[in-house]
């Protein structure tokens, strides 16, 4: 069975920025179709999607309200 991260985007904010997992709207063990949106984060009070770069089931790594980095894990999505 295959899997695929889902990670903060690069380039999302400036270096010093916080990032924030502001919200999951899809739950853990939830079947996802790759463009999904999974989850919100927030930076300086800016709402981003971040949507499933593929299809399967969704594995939470991150809590809501945890300050991620660029390129953080935020998810794992493992194949059908």
Do not use: H
């Not at 300086?44 to 390129?71: I, Y």
Request: negative net charge.
């Amino acid at each position: 069975m295959s899997s695929t991260e889902i990670r903060v985007p690069e380039g999302m904010a400036e270096e010093d920025a916080e990032i924030v997992l502001a919200n999951w709207l899809v739950d853990e063990g939830e079947q996802v179709d790759e463009g999904d949106v999974v989850c919100e984060l927030m930076v300086t009070k800016v709402t981003f999607e971040v949507a499933a770069p593929a299809a399967g089931r969704l594995e939470q790594r991150a809590t809501v309200e945890d300050v991620v980095a660029v390129g953080a894990l935020l998810g794992v999505i493992s194949g059908a």
